[in-house]
């Protein structure tokens, strides 16, 4: 098939993501505003504007609609506070459905608030997170798995963001990895594609994707020595191993070497992650190849990193960038 080709049969897919999301808050200060708090002397950072959009799998979801897929459908876990509010309204705004989202008091909305410069435009103060440090509570658990249980067969891909790095985890627990394996077990048209930081040993039966550095680490966890191995034990139908420049090996019974295009000045590489799984998930639900799927996921990510924050791809912007791809 040919990437015109996959983009247009990408708009009749319907994906779900699972997992760990956030609110990413983009607040432009101003440094002229930073006069002293006249009640305890510290200094006040100054804050002239906001801008919300929804992160960690939020990212991944905002690329899939980005890319035209018919449905868009997010199953995380967030806070019946503030924050919560301003996750569904920044989902709302983006073509992304919150319905399936499990609204709890039990947590705070897990939220980034990121300080900007507006005379730089650099992020350059710490950032002030609101964040979960404890176990998922067991009625979010048990919401989400039943969730999960009654609508996994309305979609045609399963995209889950394993992002939390607690030890135990975030929403993606051992029940919901195990439920997880299920629907790839249960719905084999189904692509059940699994992005995990630190845990990615630990699922069975779905597709796995990782960068180096994450692949290295679940071989040291699993004590296995290669990406093979690691895929045997996983029982995985497919790896894939980010490399940044040096592109991908898919791993699916042989071992394959995708390029990606040399970028020596990308302007931002956050969420290329998030990016490469879109566009490589979609592309392996409609050409059941993984290499096709890695280069096509290599061609949006190619994108993402030349804008800054989390950027995505129109299906435009992708044919554009393959006519001065590798051959």
Same mark, same amino acid.
């Given at each position: 098939m040919t990437t015109r080709s996959v983009l247009e049969a990408v708009r009749r897919k319907r994906v779900l993501v699972v997992g760990d999301v956030c609110l990413d808050r983009w607040c432009t200060y101003d440094p002229r505003l930073a006069e002293a708090s006249r009640e305890t002397g510290i200094p006040r950072i100054g804050v002239i504007a906001t801008e919300t959009t929804p992160g960690a799998g939020g990212t991944v979801a905002n690329n899939l609609v980005a890319l035209g897929v018919e449905r868009v459908a997010v199953l995380g876990a967030c806070g019946d506070d503030g924050f919560g509010y301003e996750l569904f309204r920044a989902m709302e705004a983006r073509g992304i459905s919150p319905e399936l989202m499990v609204r709890s008091p039990e947590i705070p909305t897990f939220t980034y608030t990121k300080l900007l410069n507006s005379d730089t435009g650099a992020e350059d103060l710490p950032r002030v997170d609101f964040v979960v440090p404890y176990d998922m509570p067991a009625g979010i658990e048990e919401?989400?798995?039943? #969730?999960?249980?009654?609508?996994? =067969? /309305?979609? /045609? %891909? %399963?995209?889950? !963001?394993?992002?939390?790095?607690?030890? @135990?985890?975030?929403?993606?627990?051992?029940?919901? &990895? /195990?439920?997880?394996?299920? +629907?790839? &077990?249960?719905?084999?048209? #189904?692509?059940?594609? #699994?992005?995990?930081?630190?845990?990615g040993e630990l699922f069975r039966t779905v597709i796995l994707k990782m960068n180096r550095d994450e692949a290295d680490a679940a071989c040291r966890r699993a004590g296995v020595s290669t990406f093979a191995q690691l895929r045997e034990r996983t029982e995985s139908p497919v790896l894939m191993v980010t490399e940044g420049q040096d592109g991908v090996q898919v791993l699916d019974g042989g071992v394959h070497r995708v390029p990606t295009k040399h970028n020596p000045h990308p302007v931002d590489i956050c969420g290329a992650g998030d990016s490469f799984s879109a566009g490589a998930a979609l592309a392996l639900s409609v050409t059941k /190849?993984?290499?096709?799927?890695?280069? +096509?996921?290599?061609?949006?990510? !190619?994108? @993402? +990193?030349? =804008? =800054?924050?989390?950027?995505?791809?129109?299906?435009?912007e992708v044919l554009r960038a393959e006519e001065s791809w590798p051959a």
């Open positions: 919401q989400t798995l039943k #969730t999960l249980a009654a609508n996994a =067969k /309305d979609f /045609d %891909v %399963v995209l889950v !963001s394993d992002q939390t790095e607690t030890e @135990t985890g975030g929403l993606v627990t051992r029940n919901v &990895r /195990d439920a997880l394996s299920e +629907i790839a &077990r249960k719905q084999p048209g #189904t692509v059940v594609w #699994t992005d995990s930081r630190v845990r /190849d993984p290499a096709l799927a890695a280069r +096509i996921g290599n061609l949006v990510a !190619s994108i @993402t +990193i030349t =804008k =800054k924050g989390t950027g995505s791809a129109s299906p435009e």
